[in-house]
């Protein structure tokens, strides 16, 4: 029998992996020098919000709203991660504000003023990986868990 934690400790589950994944985001930026994409600065956001949620939700665990909160926070999450993850692969065609190859070769003088600024990083190139897995990876399948233990934990667990 899996025996799951209640509800003030499952919301304490959820502010811990919150945490652990923006401060190794963060982590990877600053101190490892790797230059996130946009699409991983968005995947930081549902992240974040989960702080604030999981701090209400340890205080008022017998609100279901809360809980459904956090699953729709993470259903967002999944979604953003999960289009990430397929442009990583090629699945899905990436926007225009992913790309970096909107270089302007026209006029010779913004072609050497965009030379002289950095290029943002390209969305289908998975820069850091672990374990052989984008963080795009393994953020979909992270917040694809979270979403399936929340719903388990607002259909089975009354306080």
């Known amino acids: 029998m899996i025996v799951f934690p209640n509800r003030k400790n499952f919301y304490l589950i959820i502010l811990l992996i919150s945490l652990v994944s923006i401060i190794s985001a963060l982590y990877i930026e ?29 205080y008022y665990s017998a609100n279901d709203k809360i809980l459904i909160i956090t699953i729709m926070i993470f259903a967002i999450s999944s979604i953003i991660s999960g289009y ?3 442009i990583e692969n090629n699945l899905i065609k990436e926007i225009s504000s992913c790309t970096n190859n909107s270089l302007d070769i026209s006029n010779k003088s913004k072609l050497l003023d965009s030379l ?19 963080l795009a990876a393994i ?21």
Not at 120 to 128: E, H
């Open 84 to 86: 990430h993850f397929g």
């Open 116 to 134: 002289s600024k950095s290029m943002p990083v390209d969305c289908k190139d998975a820069t850091f990986k672990i374990l052989g897995f984008s």
């Open 139 to 159: 953020n979909t399948i992270l917040s694809i868990l979270i979403v399936i233990f929340s719903i388990r934990t607002l259909t089975y667990e009354k306080n």
């Open 30 to 58: 600053y101190i490892l020098n790797y230059e996130p994409c946009k699409l991983c600065i968005y995947q930081r956001l549902p992240y974040i919000a989960a702080v604030l949620v999981s701090f209400i939700g340890y």
